[in-house]
Nanobody, 121 residues
Framework: QVKMVESGGGLVQAGESLTLTCRVS????????AGWYRQPLGKERELVAT???????NYLDSVKGRFTISRDNSKTTVWLQMNSLKPDDTAVYYC???????????????WGQGTQVTVSS
C-alpha cells in the first residue's frame, strides 16, 4: 500500500512563494506519474499539475508560469513550487501517484491528508 504525506503549506501573502513536498512510502512500481490536486473550501477538487513517466509536465491554465512540479530520481518525493501566489490559490493541496492513458492522468494511489495553503490579499 502506498502512503503519501504532504507538507509545506501555510499562510502567505499574495505574491509570495511556497514549496509543497509529498513524501511517498510503500510500493510505487505500479505508478509512473504523479499529480497535485487542490480543493478550495466548498468546491470540487481540481487537478493542478502532473508529471509523466518521461518527466513531461502539465498544468492547470490558471497556474501556468507560476507553479512547477518536480520529483526526485527515486520518485519517492514530489514537489510543487508555487510562486506569485494569489488568493484564488487558497485550498487544501493533495499529491497522488498514478498513470497516464493517452493524455489523461488517472490517480490511483489514494489520497493523503493534504496540506492547507492560504493566500491573503
Amino acid at each position: 500500500q502506498v502512503k503519501m504525506v504532504e507538507s509545506g503549506g501555510g499562510l502567505v501573502q499574495a505574491g509570495e512563494s511556497l514549496t509543497l513536498t509529498c513524501r511517498v512510502s510503500g510500493s510505487i512500481v505500479s505508478f509512473n506519474a504523479a499529480g497535485w490536486y487542490r480543493q478550495p473550501l466548498g468546491k470540487e477538487r481540481e487537478l493542478v499539475a502532473t508529471i509523466s513517466a518521461g518527466d513531461n509536465t502539465n498544468y492547470l491554465d490558471s497556474v501556468k508560469g507560476r507553479f512547477t512540479i518536480s520529483r526526485d530520481n527515486s520518485k519517492t518525493t514530489v514537489w510543487l513550487q508555487m510562486n506569485s501566489l494569489k488568493p484564488d490559490d487558497t485550498a487544501v493541496y493533495y499529491c497522488t501517484l498514478g498513470t497516464f492513458i493517452g493524455r489523461q492522468y488517472y490517480p490511483s494511489s489514494g489520497w493523503g491528508q493534504g496540506t492547507q495553503v492560504t493566500v491573503s490579499s
